[in-house]
């Protein structure tokens, strides 16, 4: 648990929010409720530390497909996601060297979907480029982008790993 005074007020909101949720009957008075549950998951976004290690990261991009799955299947969706990129960690770390170009061309598919969906930009970039490598048995190419690649793979995970699973509104 962190102490950071920012994050333990936003902890709190977020447990005022989830108490006065049951308390609220009109449409109204839920459709503000809901804003407001937004309006704090957006502070917490800027909350979190910066993805120091993506060169370009649409936070935006992230946040929308978390809002897209509910809050009732983002924490699923967040360790999903985690265990999608881990595996393809994995699967970059064995096919890199020797190179096996089957494992790097199938890691780097699931790589471009995953870091796109979830805004790391610049990971998808290199996802896309060292795929193509793959599909030219480009030996040099791939490892002079392994390392970058799993750099910001590595700086993905944690920052999927960090984020908080949306609060829960009963209606």
């Known amino acids: 648990m962190t102490s950071d005074p920012r994050s333990i007020a936003l902890a709190d909101l977020r447990k ?3 108490a006065l949720a049951p308390r609220l ?3 109204d ?3 503000d409720l809901s804003q407001l549950q937004a309006a704090t998951d957006r502070l917490s976004q800027r909350a979190r530390p910066a993805a120091s290690g993506l060169r370009d990261y649409d936070p935006q ?3 929308r497909l978390l809002e897209l799955t509910g809050p009732r299947m983002a924490g699923t969706l967040l ?3 985690v265990d999608d990129l881990s595996n393809c960690r994995t699967i970059m770390l064995a096919g890199a060297d ?3 170009w089957t494992a790097l061309r199938e890691g780097t598919h699931v790589l471009i979907s995953l870091a796109g969906s979830v805004g790391a930009l610049s990971l998808q970039a290199l996802a896309e480029t060292l795929n193509a490598a793959a599909h030219r048995q480009d030996s040099s190419t791939v490892k002079a982008l392994v390392p970058d690649l799993l750099a910001e ?3 993905l995970i944690d920052l ?3 984020t908080p699973a949306p609060a829960k509104i009963r209606s």
């Open 153 to 155: 793979l590595e700086a």
């Open 98 to 100: 020797p190179a096996d």
């Open 16 to 18: 005022a929010i989830l």
């Open 160 to 162: 999927v790993r960090a």
């Open 29 to 31: 008075d839920l459709a």
């Open 79 to 81: 360790a999903h996601l």
């Open 61 to 63: 991009r992230f946040q």
């Open 25 to 27: 009957q009109g449409t």
